[in-house]
C-alpha cells in the first residue's frame, strides 16, 4: 500500500477548528494548505529508549496461528489473531503509531506498498527541508545590505544544482534508514506490499504478482496518505509541468516558475526557486495569497515573503488548462476569473508547479468489503478515528488517521492522531486535541502557528459570548534577533482575558517554528497564561518573544495557587 | 475592543488640515496596546475635504518614523480602514490606516524615508476634482515632493486585461497570433519602479519576452546584479520564429562569461570613477616628464617630519608655488572654446581608500603655510577614510597631484581628470649617479615627476617651464617653509 505521511489538503483550518466530527469537508476552491513538520527525525534516536524496554517476546513471531485466516471464514471475525494491531501504511503516522503500540506491549506489524517513510520522508517535509535550507543561506548570502550590516563580505554567491539535489536526496535517505531500524530494532514485523482490508479484523497484502498473504489481526489502522492532488485540465509531465513530487528531485531550475496555490507548499517552493535564481509567478483561486494563515500573519508575509522577491501574482483566478512545454513553445496557463469563470488572461512561462493541495490515498483499501464509504477520498473518522461506514454506525477494530481521514493533514498530526489510538485499544480513553497541534511554514522567515486564528476566535467568542484579547510582541524588540540582525518579524498571541485560556499563538519571524512549541504545550496541558507568564527564559534567547508577549497579555485571573514548583528551592 | 474593521493593533488616522499640529492630541500609547480608533474629533466648520496622512506615534518613546511601503499609490481609492502605508518605528512596523474614504492624492514622504511624528506624510482627497489642489498643498508641505504623480491610473494592475470580446481562452492558437507582451515579475517590478512603459519594449528573453535586463537597458542603468544562478542550462529547443529574428537583430558585442568567472557590480564610488575615466578620453593630452633632484628637500622634509609634515604637503606646496608663476597650467578647458582661469589654487591629492580613490583638495594651498596645510590635509585623508568628505572637498581641484613613489614606483603616467587643466604623477625618489659640469660624478636623489596635460590650453613649453619652476623651487626648498 503506498503509504503517505503527512501534511497538505484542501481543507479550510476552520473545519477542523470548529467541527471535528464532520469529516465531509465543504471545499470549493482548492486551498492549500501544507503543514509540514519534521518530527519524526527524532524516531531515528528514540529506539535506544524503547529497545531497553521488554517488548523481545514480540520477537517470537506466531505465524503458525494463521490457519484461522482462511478463504472460508471471510466475513466472520477470526477467535484468534496474527497479530494486536496491524497498521497499513510505514508513513510517519503508522510509524509514530507502531512505536507507541510496542511500547504499550502490542504485537504489531506494519504493511508498506512502497518505501518506508511515506510522503513526509521520501517526498515532503524532509528533502523538502534539506532544499529550504539551502534556500535560507543563498538568500543571506546574497543579501549585500545584511552581509555589510554584520561586517562580512562575500563575494558572488552561487550554487551547484546538481549537489543541492543530492543533500535533499541523501537527507531523505538518512531519515528513511533511521525510521526503518527503529521499527526493526523494537520487533515491529514490516510486511511488503499494498494492504487491503478484507473483512472485520483480516488484512490481506502483497505485491503485484506473488501470492497474497492474509494476515488477522485485533485491531487495525489505515494510514495511507495521501498524493498530490492536480486538478482537471492541467497535464503534469514531470519535466515543465510539475507536482512537489518532482521539484523535490531538483532537476532544473526554471528561469521563470509560474506556482499554482499559495499555501504552505507553494510559499516553501518560491523560497527554494527565488532564492536559487528563478521568478516565480503566483496563480491562486482566492482573492487573497497565502489564504488559511492569520489575517495579519499573512498580510506581514506578503510583506516580507513576496512583495521584495521577484514574484508577482494572480489572485481570484483557476488555472483552467496548462500545457506542458513542447514543440519550442513554453509552457502555457490559461486563467479563468474565479467568480465569473470568464476568461482573464494566458501566461507564458518556463515552468508551472502544481500545488493545489493534496488528495487522500485510498483506492484499493478494500472498504467495500466492510461497507465504508470514502467521502471525496477520505475515511470518515468520528474523534477518535474510528471508522464511520456507510450507515454511520463505528466499525469495530478499525481506524484511519493521518491525510488519509483529512482531519489535519500534517505528519505529526498523523503521529498524534496513531498514539491516541493505540492508547484506546491498549484501554485507556483518549481524544487527541487538534487545536494544540502547531503547524509551521519553513519559509525564511518561518511562519508557524497553533489553535484559532484571530477571525476564528472572534467568531468563536461570539457563538459562545466571551471576551477575546490579543497581544502581539515584534521581534524588533529581542537582543537575540536584532543580533542575528533579523529582526524582522511579529508574535501574537489570541487568548480569553477573563480566564487567560490561550487560543492561538502566530509566529513569523526567525525560527519561528521551533518558537511554536512553548505556545501548542501549553495548549494541550491547559497551562494558562496567568501561569505561564512566570516561567524563565534564557536571556538573551528568541524564546523571549513568547516570553514578552505572555507577559503583554491583561488577564484578569490571577495565578493558579498550585504552581508547579510549590516549593521554594533554596540553591 | 476595537471595531470589527481594525485589527487590534493598527493605527487609523488622517485628520483635516486645521489640526496640522495634530500630535499633542494623541495619547502616548505603548506598543501592545494601542488600540485607539480616531475618534471623529469635532471639526467645527471643515470645508477643505483635502486632509493629511500624519506620521502617527506609534510608541511612547517614538519621535520620528520611517516609511516602510506605501501600500497605496497615488491616485488609488481609499476606504475607510483600509492600510494605507507601514510605518517603522523604533519597535516594529505597522500598517496605518485611513479614517476617511477618499483618493490618495499624493504621496509626501516617500518609501524609505523619514518624518518626526505629526508631520504630514500623504494627503488624501475626497473627490477626483481636488487632487490638483491637494497635490499643491503637498508640493508646498516638501521640496522634496518631487513626485509629480501622473493622473491617477486606474489599474496599478500590471497585467493587460486582454480584450473579452476575443477570449484568449477559446483559441488554441492565442501564441500564433498578435503576440502580447509577455514580462517577467521581476521585469515588471523594475518598470514600475523605474516608470518604463512595458508596451513599449521588445523583449529579447525566450519566446520573445521582457526580461529585467531589458527594463533596466530601458532605464538606462546599469546591470545591478549578477544572476546567482549556475550556469542555467539554457533551453535549447527549435528557435520560435520570433526568436530568430530578434536575435539576429541584436548581434551580441559582449564576449561570454569565461565559466567560473564572478560579476561584483561597482560601488557608486567606483562608478563614479569609471564615468570620469571614460570622459576623460576626449580631452587631447600630452605629458612632459621632468627629473628633479630632492637632497635637499629631502633634507628638509627630516627637519619639518617632527612637527607633523608630510611629504605629500611638502609637494602640494611645490606644485602650488609653481602653479601661481604659471598660472595657464593651473587654467581649465570646459567647452572647448576658451580658457577659464581659476583664480585659487586648488590641489588635488589622489588617495587610494578602501576599494576606491577619491581626490580630497587642498584649498588655497600657494596661501596657506605648509603647517597648516599638512594638519589640514590629516583631517582630508581622515574623513575621506570616514566617507565623510563634503562636494566641495574631493571635487574643487583645479591641479591634481598623485604619488606613487612610496611603492617604489619609479615613474607612471596618470589620466587627466576632467575638468582640470593638469595632473602631475610623482614617481621614488632614488639615488642617482650624475656628473656635474665641471665633469664631477656625484650621487644625488634624483624623482622623476610626468605631467599630463590638456593640450588645449596647455602647450609643451608652458608645461616645460612650469616643470622647470617646480624643480628649482624642489631643489631649492627654504622658500617653502616662509
Known amino acids: 500500500m503506498h503509504s503517505i505521511c503527512s501534511q497538505a489538503t484542501a481543507v479550510p483550518r476552520s473545519n477542523f477548528a470548529f467541527d471535528s466530527h464532520a469529516p465531509a469537508l465543504p471545499i470549493s476552491k482548492p486551498i492549500n494548505l501544507r503543514f509540514c513538520g519534521l518530527r519524526k527525525e527524532a524516531f531515528g534516536f528514540s529506539g535506544l529508549t524503547h529497545s531497553c524496554s521488554s517488548r523481545v517476546r514480540f520477537t517470537s513471531r506466531g505465524h503458525s496461528k ?506 | 475592543m476595537a471595531s470589527p474593521f481594525l485589527s487590534n493593533c493598527t493605527i487609523s488616522f488622517s485628520s483635516s488640515l486645521k489640526y496640522s499640529t495634530l500630535p499633542r492630541l494623541f495619547p502616548s500609547v505603548s506598543f501592545s496596546s494601542i488600540r485607539f480608533k480616531s475618534t471623529p474629533r469635532r471639526i467645527l466648520t471643515v470645508r477643505s475635504k483635502i486632509r493629511e496622512i500624519f506620521m502617527p506615534a506609534l510608541s511612547s518613546t517614538m519621535t520620528e518614523g520611517k516609511i516602510v511601503s506605501w501600500v497605496k499609490s497615488e491616485g488609488d481609492l481609499l476606504s475607510k480602514g483600509e492600510s494605507v502605508v507601514v510605518v517603522e518605528s523604533d519597535k516594529a512596523d505597522m500598517d496605518v490606516e485611513t479614517f476617511y474614504d477618499g483618493i490618495l492624492a499624493a504621496i509626501v514622504v516617500g518609501e524609505g524615508e523619514t518624518a518626526p511624528v505629526g508631520a504630514a506624510i500623504g494627503i488624501l482627497a475626497e473627490t477626483e476634482d481636488e487632487i490638483a489642489e491637494a497635490k499643491a498643498k503637498a508640493a508646498s508641505k516638501s521640496g522634496a515632493s518631487t513626485r509629480s504623480a501622473p493622473p491617477p491610473a486606474p489599474a496599478a494592475d500590471s497585467t493587460p486585461a486582454p480584450p473579452k470580446s476575443t477570449p484568449a481562452y477559446a483559441a488554441p492558437t492565442v501564441t500564433e497570433g498578435p503576440r502580447k507582451t509577455v514580462a517577467t515579475p521581476y521585469a515588471k517590478k523594475l518598470a514600475k519602479q523605474h516608470k518604463v512603459d512595458i508596451e513599449s519594449l521588445v523583449g529579447t528573453g525566450p519566446y520573445g519576452r521582457i526580461t529585467p535586463e531589458d527594463i533596466e537597458a530601458a532605464a538606462g542603468i546599469l546591470p545591478s546584479k549578477t544572476n546567482v544562478g549556475p550556469v542555467v542550462v539554457a533551453e535549447v529547443k527549435p528557435a520560435a520564429p520570433t526568436k530568430a529574428t530578434s536575435d539576429s537583430s541584436a548581434p551580441s558585442s559582449i564576449p561570454p562569461p569565461v565559466p567560473g568567472s564572478t560579476v561584483v557590480p561597482f560601488t557608486t564610488m567606483q562608478a563614479a570613477v569609471s564615468k570620469n575615466m571614460v570622459e576623460s578620453i576626449s580631452v587631447p593630452t600630452f605629458r612632459v616628464g621632468y627629473p628633479v633632484t630632492t637632497d635637499a628637500l629631502d633634507a628638509l622634509y627630516e627637519k619639518v617630519k617632527p612637527k607633523g609634515v608630510t611629504m605629500t604637503a611638502l609637494l602640494a606646496k611645490a606644485a602650488a608655488m609653481a602653479l601661481v608663476q604659471h598660472p595657464v597650467v593651473n587654467s581649465s578647458c570646459k567647452d572647448g572654446k576658451s580658457f577659464s582661469y581659476n583664480s585659487n589654487i586648488n590641489i588635488a591629492i589622489a588617495v587610494a581608500i578602501n576599494g576606491g580613490l577619491i581626490t580630497p583638495v587642498l584649498q588655497d594651498a600657494d596661501k596657506l603655510d605648509l603647517y597648516l596645510l599638512s594638519q589640514k590635509w590629516k583631517e582630508l585623508v581622515e574623513k575621506a577614510r570616514a566617507k565623510q568628505l563634503q562636494p566641495q572637498e574631493y571635487n574643487s581641484g583645479t591641479f591634481t597631484l598623485s604619488n606613487l613613489g612610496m611603492f617604489g614606483v619609479d615613474r607612471f603616467d596618470a589620466i587627466l581628470p576632467p575638468g582640470q587643466g593638469a595632473i602631475m604623477a610623482v614617481g621614488a625618489s632614488k639615488p642617482t649617479v650624475v656628473a656635474d659640469a665641471d665633469g664631477f660624478f656625484s650621487v644625488k636623489n634624483k624623482m622623476l615627476v610626468n605631467v599630463t596635460a590638456d593640450h588645449r590650453i596647455i602647450y609643451g613649453a608652458d608645461l616645460a617651464a612650469f616643470l622647470q619652476t617646480f624643480s628649482k623651487i624642489v631643489e631649492n626648498p627654504e622658500s617653502l617653509t616662509l
Open chain 1, 66 to 571: 494463521r490457519i484461522s485466516a482462511s478463504a472460508e471464514n471471510n466475513g466472520t471475525p477470526p477467535k484468534s489473531f496474527d497479530y494486536d494491531l496491524i497498521i497499513i501504511g510505514a508513513g510517519v503516522g503508522g510509524h509514530g503509531a507502531a512505536l507507541h503500540a510496542v511500547e504499550k506491549g502490542l504485537k504489531t506489524a506494519i504493511i508498506e506498498g512502497d518505501v518506508v517513510g511515506g510522503t513526509c520522508v521520501n517526498r515532503g517535509c524532509v528533502p523538502s527541508k534539506a532544499l529550504l535550507a539551502v534556500s535560507g543561506k543563498m538568500r543571506e548570502l546574497q543579501s549585500e545590505h545584511h552581509m555589510k550590516a554584520l561586517g562580512l563580505q562575500v563575494s558572488a554567491a552561487g550554487y551547484d544544482r546538481q549537489g543541492v539535489a543530492d543533500h535533499a536526496n541523501n537527507l531523505a535517505s538518512k531519515i528513511r534508514s533511521n525510521l526503518t531500524n527503529s521499527m526493526k530494532a523494537l520487533g515491529v514485523d514490516i510486511l511488503t506490499g499494498f494492504g487491503t482490508v478484507v473483512g472485520p479484523q483480516k488484512v490481506k497484502y502483497g505485491k503485484v504478482g506473488f501470492p497474497d498473504n492474509i494476515v488477522t489481526a485485533k485491531d487495525i489502522i489505515i494510514a495511507t496518505g495521501s498524493v498530490p492532488f492536480v486538478p482537471k485540465g492541467i497535464e503534469v509531465d514531470g519535466k515543465t509541468v510539475i507536482t512537489s513530487d518532482h521539484a523535490l528531485k531538483l532537476e532544473s531550475v526554471p528561469d521563470w516558475i509560474a506556482i499554482v496555490g499559495s499555501g504552505y507548499i507553494g510559499l516553501e517552493f518560491s523560497d527554494v526557486y527565488t532564492a536559487l535564481g528563478s521568478e516565480v509567478t503566483f496563480i491562486e483561486a482566492l482573492d487573497q495569497l497565502m489564504p488559511g494563515f492569520d489575517p495579519e500573519i499573512g498580510k506581514l508575509a506578503q510583506r516580507v515573503l513576496i512583495n521584495p522577491r521577484k514574484i508577482d501574482y494572480h489572485t481570484g483566478v483557476f488555472a483552467t488548462k496548462i500545457t506542458p512545454a513542447k514543440d519550442g513553445k513554453p509552457v502555457t496557463i490559461e486563467l479563468i476569473d474565479a467568480k465569473t469563470k470568464e476568461p482573464k488572461d494566458t501566461l507564458e512561462v518556463d515552468a508551472a508547479l502544481i500545488a493545489t493541495g493534496r488528495a487522500p490515498f485510498t483506492n484499493g483499501l478494500g472498504l467495500e468489503n466492510i461497507n465504508v464509504e470514502t467521502q471525496r477520498g477520505f475515511v470518515p473518522v468520528d474523534e477518535r478515528m474510528q471508522v464511520i461506514d456507510a450507515n454511520g454506525n463505528l466499525v469495530p477494530h478499525l481506524y484511519c488517521i493521518g491525510d488519509a481521514n483529512g482531519k489535519m493533514m500534517l505528519a505529526h498530526a498523523a503521529s498524534a492522531q496513531g498514539i491516541s489510538v493505540v492508547e484506546q485499544v491498549t484501554g485507556r480513553d483518549h481524544v487527541l486535541n487538534h487545536l494544540s497541534i502547531p503547524a509551521a511554514c519553513f519559509t525564511h522567515p518561518e511562519i508557524s502557528m497553533v489553535g484559532l486564528t484571530e477571525p476564528q476566535a472572534r467568531e468563536k467568542a461570539e457563538k459562545e459570548g466571551f471576551e477575546v484579547s490579543v497581544a502581539k510582541t515584534s521581534f524588533k524588540a529581542n537582543t537575540k534577533a536584532l543580533a542575528e540582525n533579523e529582526g524582522e518579524g511579529l508574535a501574537k498571541l489570541i487568548y480569553r482575558p477573563d480566564n487567560g485560556e490561550i487560543l492561538g499563538v502566530h509566529i513569523f519571524g526567525l525560527h519561528a517554528a521551533d518558537l511554536i512549541h512553548e505556545a501548542s504545550n501549553a495548549i494541550a496541558l491547559g497551562t494558562r497564561i496567568q501561569d505561564i507568564k512566570f516561567a524563565v527564559h534564557a536571556h538573551p534567547t528568541l524564546s523571549e518573544v513568547l516570553d514578552e508577549l505572555f507577559k503583554s497579555a491583561k488577564v484578569k485571573a490571577t495565578a493558579s495557587s498550585h504552581v508547579p514548583v510549590s516549593e521554594p528551592v533554596a540553591v
